[in-house]
């Protein structure tokens, strides 16, 4: 409403308020109250500002929206313990700002309890306003008056309704019978009757009725209370049937299903769930859920569950849950947890439905027992493959052992870099663990006298020494290419192909530089050169682990990728520990001269 059609408006309210002594109030198309004058006010016992507080009450119980145009008596709170009656009439004001309905309220003053007058009114609402069938009948059967109640329940109106009883009556004989009764004992209680509506239907009621005497005391009429049965008893059938089914499925149900208060106290589960846990009914019921299929703290609390019920829209679903049977014994289930609610939303119980998942579960912990230990002897083959290159040199000792320790340490912390992350996963790790093994298997295609030499190598023996990388990697492409898809040989050909490739381009077998030589061999470059310098040989002695380290910084960005390098120096001592652990696997007497300090650092020798 704009500003001028505001005071238009208000000129006129005005004029209302002064000409008009019963309450009055105006609200718009939005049901916003308007206006409202002081008669109002003193009828409700209201002040202005509980008539704002309280409009939403007072427009309820006038069941008024905006636009109706009501006549109705309503009762009002007017006070702590006080009620007041007002007829209230409503109307339609069209105007061009738009539609306003104007409300009068007019109090209903109660007849004084000690009149006959107040009596017949209390009997005439209730008659006319009350929602059970009531009808009042002659000794001849002829209706005298009845309450719309009635006429709805037999389809009739008021005018076209037959006039006498034994037409609406489904057996027109029962009629003397219920009549001789009442003029015997004056009433009677919930007798089955059955009446034909205006459609034809036939309608089951309970009839209470009792007789209405004269000032003489004959029996001139009669009046009945007539108690619909038809929509109670199709639903008490089909509540029965439900109730049937219900339990047919709750206990046929290839699931378990338990069903918890919201106290978590259990109120019922089916046959599924004593199958799965070994409990009957009575071992569960009132017990609390924690304590019988929480299963030890693997499995979430009742707590937890309802948490995670509300926090996902009234369900949530657990893929594995672990709890434990009456036995004891491991259950493992697909657990699906809900809410149950009645009509005003209030939480009633809390359902779990649950599929035993308790063999697949078995069976795949056998199937990873079977892949680790089919992994296991993989790696172990593949190491037995890879040393047949060192029996040829007997100073090798645990050479494969150690490095393939060292290139799982740098793959791993590799990872933590996020140019990495998405590139090292979990079964790269493991494949860069056994193919580092097999970076040197090209040395079987070496000439003894080459490989064992003890002196320096001609420049024609290095060429042959060289050789092996081309070897080791096409005897590993070949053995890939069969297979149907990615393997561990995927990246041990790249390793032995390139693992004495440098970072600077000087290394061989093509000169690869940079980031162009595989990730895998640059890691394993570094693992082998270390070991190398630590370990002692028919033709050097070892290094020391620090003089390693130096050479090691030295060469990155020549011979080694940098980033690796700063890997390496923050893992170091990984390596020094690793070193020392696995020559103790080999020569652990010399634990004795370690402990006797007779020994200097294990990793020197």
């Known amino acids: 409403m704009n500003r001028s059609s505001a005071i238009n408006f208000n000129s006129v309210l005005i004029k209302i308020i002064e000409e008009i002594s019963d309450g009055f109030l105006i609200i718009d198309q939005d049901n916003e109250l308007l206006f409202f004058n002081e008669v109002l006010l003193r009828l409700l016992k209201w002040?202005?500002?509980?008539?704002?507080?309280?409009?939403?009450?007072?427009?309820?119980?006038?069941?008024?929206?905006?636009?109706?145009?009501?006549?109705?008596?309503?009762?009002?709170?007017?006070?702590?313990?006080?009620?007041?009656?007002?007829?209230?009439?409503?109307?339609?004001?069209?105007?061009?700002?738009?539609?306003?309905?104007?409300?009068?309220?007019?109090?209903?003053?109660?007849?004084?309890?000690?009149?006959?007058e107040y009596y017949r009114v209390q009997y005439r609402e209730l008659f006319f306003n009350v929602r059970e069938a009531f009808y009042t009948a002659d000794t001849d059967g002829n209706i005298i008056t009845a309450n719309p109640s009635f006429y709805d329940f037999i389809g009739y109106s008021p005018e076209e309704c037959p006039a006498n009883m034994r037409d609406l009556l489904a057996y027109p004989e029962d009629f003397n019978e219920r009549l001789a009764l009442l003029k015997e004992s004056s009433s009677y209680q919930d007798e089955n009757?059955?009446?034909?509506?205006?459609?034809?239907?036939?309608?089951?009621?309970?009839?209470?009725?009792?007789?209405?005497?004269?000032?003489?005391?004959?029996?001139?009429?009669?009046?009945?209370?007539?108690?619909?049965?038809?929509?109670?008893?199709?639903?008490?059938?089909?509540?029965?049937?439900?109730?049937?089914?219900?339990?047919?499925?709750?206990?046929?149900?290839?699931?378990?299903?338990?069903i918890c208060d919201p106290l978590g106290h259990i109120l019922n589960l089916n046959f599924a769930a004593e199958s799965s846990y070994g409990y009957s009914w009575n071992d569960v019921i009132s017990r609390h859920y924690d304590d019988v299929f929480r299963g030890g703290m693997t499995s979430p609390s009742f707590a937890k569950i309802k948490t995670l019920i509300d926090r996902n829209g009234g369900k949530y679903t657990d893929p594995e849950v672990h709890r434990k049977d009456k036995a004891g014994k491991d259950v493992y289930t697909y657990a699906s947890y809900s809410v149950i609610k009645d009509s005003?939303?209030?939480?009633?119980?809390?359902?779990?439905?649950?599929?035993?998942?308790?063999?697949?579960?078995?069976?795949?912990?056998?199937?990873?027992?079977?892949?680790?230990q089919l992994k296991e002897a993989q790696s172990a083959a593949i190491l037995g493959f890879a040393k047949l290159t060192e029996f040829r040199d007997k100073g090798t000792g645990k050479h494969l052992e150690r490095m393939r320790e060292y290139a799982r340490v740098l793959v791993t912390k590799l990872k933590d870099n996020p140019k990495y992350a998405n590139y090292i996963t979990d079964s790269y790790i493991e494949d860069i663990y056994i193919s580092a093994t097999l970076h040197d298997v090209g040395k079987v295609g070496v000439e003894d006298h080459i490989l064992l030499k003890e002196g320096p190598l001609t420049d024609e023996e290095y060429e042959k020494i060289k050789e092996h990388v081309k070897l080791g990697g096409r005897a590993l492409a070949e053995i890939d290419v069969s297979m149907d898809k990615r393997s561990f040989l995927t990246i041990g050909k790249e390793i032995a192909y390139y693992h004495h490739e440098k970072w600077d381009g000087t290394g061989y077998p093509e000169?690869?530089?940079?980031?162009?030589?595989?990730?895998?061999?640059?890691?394993?470059?570094?693992?082998?050169?270390?070991?190398?310098?630590?370990?002692?040989?028919?033709?050097?002695?070892?290094?020391t682990h620090e003089e390693a380290v130096r050479i090691i910084t030295e060469e990155s960005g020549k011979h080694f990728d940098p980033e690796i390098v700063q890997v390496f120096l923050a893992n170091h001592e990984v390596f020094q520990r690793i070193k020392r652990f696995v020559e103790f696997e080999e020569h652990p007497e010399s634990i004795v001269d370690l402990l006797s300090g007779t020994a200097g650092d294990l990793g020197e020798h």
Request: proline share 3%; hydrophobic share 40%; charged share 30%.
């Open 47 to 116: 002040r202005s500002m509980e008539m704002f507080a309280r409009k939403k009450e007072l427009l309820q119980v006038m069941d008024l929206k905006p636009g109706d145009e009501i006549r109705r008596r309503i009762v009002v709170n007017v006070a702590r313990n006080e009620k007041r009656e007002f007829d209230v009439t409503s109307f339609v004001v069209q105007t061009l700002e738009g539609a306003y309905t104007l409300v009068r309220m007019l109090p209903v003053e109660p007849a004084r309890p000690d009149s006959p």
């Open 193 to 258: 009757v059955q009446f034909f509506t205006k459609d034809g239907f036939l309608k089951k009621a309970l009839e209470s009725a009792w007789v209405v005497r004269n000032r003489e005391g004959y029996v001139e009429s009669y009046s009945c209370h007539v108690k619909d049965l038809t929509y109670v008893r199709n639903i008490e059938s089909r509540l029965l049937i439900s109730e049937r089914n219900f339990r047919i499925l709750f206990d046929t149900i290839l699931s378990s299903i338990i």
């Open 344 to 372: 005003s939303d209030e939480v009633l119980a809390y359902s779990i439905v649950e599929k035993d998942l308790t063999e697949r579960v078995h069976l795949e912990q056998k199937l990873q027992e079977s892949f680790n």
């Open 511 to 543: 000169g690869r530089k940079g980031e162009h030589i595989p990730l895998s061999a640059r890691i394993v470059a570094i693992a082998d050169v270390y070991d190398a310098l630590t370990s002692e040989r028919s033709y050097k002695k070892a290094y």
